[in-house]
């Protein structure tokens, strides 16, 4: 039996290597049609065939070869779905669901209406197996790695770092307060919510070519955002948004570094953020925890973030340190993310705890502390009444003790996140702001740049 799943697995690999090929020897074809004016060619010769796993090409310049045999596979879908069509399935279930997957022309009220929906849903990943690709990289930096474009969700990581901008009014709300805590509670807000989206996006996002940019302006949230790929190696992705009221600035550069150890896939999104409240000449820096996505080879793919995060505010000294918890062999911290606020001094002015999925509030320190006491005197009493093995910790995503945030008495809600459309879930589990990130309207074409995301095929 084990013999014969092999030769079907290698069946499976040798057509999926083959239509690769295919794929790319046609592209090819048609890049150079366009490029030189001249008709496609049946057969290319041994020197111009770019190989879509390997990465080597003799004929495309530097900069887009890491990229290029992502995106070969995505153009010829493309392509070919403008060529024969929406899929059935996809037009009916819009239509079932009554959602606009248009650009979003329609005003509603004055307000731009955007797309609730994508064009097409997504691929399944089911018959692709990435350990053939990942087996000899454990412990290796994975940016220089060519992945199956299977894998990509249809957003290029500067679309991503957009997302940091959901919870907008988080910021305006900080900038209206005149008391320091206050605006940190609402800045560490801000931080928790930036990675929330991040919550079951098991597909990665496209690489960045160098000099790609991307541009947002959202009225209804009073921001606008440019980005731009400023370095290939390393890849380095920078970021400018501002306030349309000249309320803030939120600037920053990442460089997300990539490690592959067996069974997941570490994400350390090396970089400073900044984040400038300008009516109060405040300037606050952090930087992101990092993300782990886990059964890479095996399983249902599961996401947590872990490590500290400090927010510091340089004018008056106070500090936000903030711990997202790893969820531990029995998942009782799943999610979990908490922490304080401490003047220059390190006093503890307040204490914040929640779930980055879900919301953060704000206690007195006290009260927090008495809880964390009681709590933890509970779960040694359980562990001691229980005989528990833990000679091995499963990969399998835990599940919580609770699906929502115990409340302590006397909290005060900062965030709760915004649900998710009822499609995300065959929309690489987009929120409804992600959604809108790739669609483009009349307006919009004779602006943005040729570099803008938007224009990848």
């Not at 959901?166 to 307060?177: C, G, V």
């Not at 370095?231 to 600035?249: K, Q, V, Y």
């Not at 095996?298 to 340089?314: A, M, P």
């Amino acid at each position: 039996v084990r013999n014969f799943k092999l030769e079907q697995e290698q069946e499976k690999n040798k057509i999926l290597s083959e239509a690769l090929e295919t794929l790319a020897t046609e592209h090819h074809e048609l890049e150079r049609s366009l490029v030189e004016g001249s008709p496609p060619r049946s057969i290319l010769s041994e020197d111009e065939f770019y190989d879509a796993l390997s990465g080597n090409s003799s004929i495309l310049p530097p900069v887009v070869e890491s990229e290029q045999s992502l995106s070969r596979l995505e153009a010829i879908t493309a392509c070919s779905l403008e060529e024969e069509g929406e899929p059935l399935s996809s037009r009916k279930h819009r239509m079932s669901e009554g959602k606009d997957c248009g650009g979003g022309d329609a005003l509603s009220n004055g307000i731009k209406k955007h797309r609730t929906s994508l064009p097409s849903p997504m691929f399944s990943r089911n018959d692709f197996s990435i350990w053939s690709i990942l087996r000899k990289c454990i412990g290796m930096e994975l940016s220089k790695i060519t992945m199956p474009v299977i894998f990509n969700e249809p957003l290029s990581f500067l679309q991503r770092l957009t997302e940091y901008m959901e919870h907008t009014y988080l910021i305006h709300k900080a900038s209206s307060f005149s008391d320091s805590v206050e605006r940190m509670q609402c800045v560490a807000a801000f931080a928790v919510s930036a990675v929330a989206s991040q919550w079951e996006r098991t597909g990665k996002p496209f690489n960045p070519l160098l000099g790609e940019t991307y541009e947002l302006v959202r009225d209804d949230l009073g921001f606008r955002l440019i980005s731009e790929q400023v370095s290939h190696h390393p890849p380095i992705s920078a970021f400018h948004a501002e306030g349309l009221n000249n309320d803030f600035i939120f600037h920053g550069s990442i460089y997300p570094k990539l490690k592959f150890w067996g069974k997941s896939v570490e994400a350390e999104p090396k970089g400073t953020i900044t984040l400038e409240l300008l009516e109060h000449g405040e300037a606050y820096t952090w930087t992101n925890p990092t993300c782990c996505v886990h059964n890479i080879i095996v399983g249902k793919l599961w996401i947590e973030q872990y490590g500290n995060v400090e927010i510091t505010n340089h004018k008056t000294g106070d500090k936000c340190v903030l711990n997202f918890k790893p969820c531990g062999l029995f998942g009782k911290e799943l999610h979990k993310v908490e922490g304080y606020i401490q003047d220059k001094s390190k006093k503890k002015l307040c204490a914040l705890y929640g779930k980055w999925t879900e919301c953060l509030y704000s206690v007195d320190p006290a009260t927090f502390d008495a809880y964390k006491k009681n709590d933890k005197k509970n779960t040694e009493e359980k562990k001691n009444s229980k005989q528990v093995s833990t000679s091995e910790e499963s990969d399998e995503m835990p599940m919580p003790d609770s699906e929502s945030v115990f409340v302590i008495p006397g909290s005060v809600l900062l965030w709760r996140i915004a649900p998710r459309p009822p499609n995300s879930a065959q929309m690489y589990n987009f929120t409804s702001f992600a959604m809108v990130l790739n669609e483009v309207d009349k307006d919009m074409e004779g602006v943005i740049p040729k570099t803008d995301c938007r224009l990848r095929p």
